[in-house]
């Protein structure tokens, strides 16, 4: 699947945009994210978009409802999402993955993303993944 094709909402120019920003912000993560996707195939970003749909939908739900952040039950969803980062995008360290959760309610390109699926998401998203890293580090 060629770039095109992957980001068919998108001119060619703010991807390149995007790039450059991810390169000079992100430096060897963008670049082993970059190689990594390069050999994905449509099939390949299909089931990575069902599955992080699948991971929305359930913490949008559990947002819902009220359910703590910090539960065990959201802290589930959120190792779903670390864990497809790692396994498909770039290696993902705790204080990596908090930056994440951050970036979710500090660039509005993100928040936006986020307010979309359902309004409040990228703040309960950033503090699910807050307390999601604090578990890990306890842990280590």
Same mark, same amino acid.
């Given at each position: 699947?060629?770039?095109?094709?992957?980001?068919?909402?998108?001119?060619?120019?703010?991807?390149?945009?995007?790039?450059?920003?991810?390169?000079?912000?992100?430096?060897?993560?963008?670049?082993?994210?970059?190689?990594?996707?390069?050999?994905?195939? $449509? +099939?390949?970003?299909? !089931?990575?978009?069902?599955?992080?749909?699948? *991971?929305? /939908?359930?913490? #949008?739900?559990?947002?819902? $409802? +009220?359910?703590?952040? !910090?539960?065990?039950?959201?802290?589930?969803? *959120?190792? /779903?999402?670390? #864990?497809?980062?790692?396994? $498909?995008?770039?290696?993902?360290?705790?204080?990596?993955?908090?930056?994440?959760?951050?970036?979710?309610?500090?660039?509005?390109?993100?928040?936006?993303?986020?307010?979309?699926?359902?309004?409040?998401?990228?703040?309960?998203?950033?503090?699910?993944?807050?307390?999601?890293?604090?578990?890990?580090?306890?842990?280590?």
């Amino acid at each position: 699947m060629n770039k095109k094709e992957m980001f068919i909402a998108f001119d060619e120019r703010k991807i390149e945009e995007y790039r450059k920003e991810a390169r000079e912000k992100y430096g060897e993560k963008a670049i082993e994210s970059e190689n990594r996707t390069a050999k994905y195939t $449509k +099939g390949d970003w299909r !089931a990575i978009q069902d599955e992080y749909s699948e *991971i929305y /939908r359930a913490i #949008s739900d559990l947002m819902l $409802k +009220g359910v703590d952040p !910090a539960s065990a039950v959201v802290k589930k969803q *959120i190792g /779903r999402h670390f #864990s497809m980062i790692n396994e $498909k995008f770039y290696s993902c360290t705790p204080q990596i993955f908090r930056g994440l959760g951050e970036l979710y309610v500090n660039d509005a390109r993100f928040t936006a993303f986020y307010e979309n699926i359902e309004k409040g998401l990228a703040e309960y998203m950033r503090h699910a993944m807050t307390a999601y890293c604090d578990g890990l580090e306890k842990s280590i």
